[in-house]
């Protein structure tokens, strides 16, 4: 028998009750992390139950330690079960679950399946991350899980399956309706849910999920946040075992093989600079980088800003594309002279790793030619994040933004050997592509 590496099952998962809602896809929202102020309102006002009361309540100015958001996440919390609004799976469940997106106008679909995954520490080699986390949104989520002992949102988790048989599993799973069918207005992606009851496929799902490591593709912040309950839980409750509720994540699991899997770039803006530093930074760009440059005439930039996206997806090396403020031309940089650079990096860190474009980017082009510092970088100070390449060039010609640097994807294996590896990418190094959706089930832990 293999060695279980992963221990995976099915839940009694808390779920809204359509009797009572009506439809549950607008009680949905995207995950915490990517509301902004604006979309956290209209989810407000979309439907009096919607999950953005549970995960993002608002801040409001009379805010103390216990009437504060999180205490009203509570408060919801069990209004909704009390009224049946949520109700609880009356046996141990997994969830197919189902996007259906449009990419490069081409119409694509990702599968996978929500459940519980047993909770251990990165140095076992288990469970792999590749993202640094920050101290602020982890203490933001461990206050919000004490408070409501729930946990509302899954992770994102890969695991590798080339004969893709839990794949053939779930699409047996998916034969009937769904028990969620829902259009996302935000981008068009479709949503479906299937609840997966038949003991003989979640038991044949749980075995062919033990010998595998799981990747976590996304929610690395959530994953600190329940190593820390648990280990708080562990010291206030020696006798409990390691198999509590609080010993077990939710997470959505994909097959990295999946035909459907997408990891899109997270472009960076420059902003505060001194204008010297700008300048600085051009002038070195050619002693590390080839140089190309595209010009447009004023108010003809959008042929130039399709041409430079288009050489940039062909580049093997790593590149970027570059705008800056008050110029008449864009750039392509390639990175040229890769010794000097491993240099700069110094011995530690793997090939893969140290030529990650998102490291080049951060180690030669921010730190050393901009002079920007890890912790600037961190902290957003001077670089800011946007997903949309139309949206960089566009605040850099407004004058909002000093400069924008147009990325590539990073590849999804190189993703995985830098975890395999214990290595860490630096922040929005990822943007896997579409975001599962927040509400469609709940884990309600008892004890906590």
Known sequence: MNEIINRVKPFRALHYNKEKVGDIGACLSAPYDVISPDLQEQYYKRHPNNVIRLILNKILPNDTDKDNRYARARVFLDEWKKS???????????????????????????????????????????????????????????????????????????????????????????????????????????????????????????????????????????????LSIRDQQRAKLPKAGDDADFDYIMMFLVNTSHEGLFVLPTHRLLHGLDAKAVSSMKTGFSKYFSVKEIPFAPGKELGAQQQLCLELVKKKKPSFGVSIAGENSFLLIELSDESAYKKICGTSGTDVWKLLDVNVLNVLVLAKLAGIPEEAMAEGTNVSYVKDADEAFSRVRSGEMQVAFILNSTPLESVLQVSEAGEKMPRKSTYFYPKPLSGLVFYQMEGL
Request: net charge negative.
């Open 84 to 226: 049946r609004v949520l109700i609880q799976s009356e046996h141990p469940w997994f969830f197919a679950y189902e996007e259906i997106f449009t990419i490069d106008g081409i119409l694509r679909k990702l599968s996978g399946f929500i459940g519980l995954v047993h909770l251990s520490e990165y140095t076992e080699g288990r469970i792999l991350p590749h993202e640094k986390v920050l101290k602020s949104p982890v203490e933001d989520r461990i206050r919000l899980t004490q408070t409501t002992g729930t946990q509302f949102e899954y992770i994102w988790g890969l695991y590798r399956d080339p004969q893709s048989e839990i794949d053939k599993l779930l699409a047996k799973a998916k034969s009937g309706e769904p028990i969620v069918d829902y259009r996302e207005e935000e981008n068009g992606v479709q949503h479906r849910l299937w609840g997966i009851s038949d003991p003989c496929i979640t038991t044949r799902i749980e075995r062919a999920m033990a010998d595998k490591k799981i990747y976590i593709a996304d929610g690395h912040h959530r994953y600190q946040t329940m």
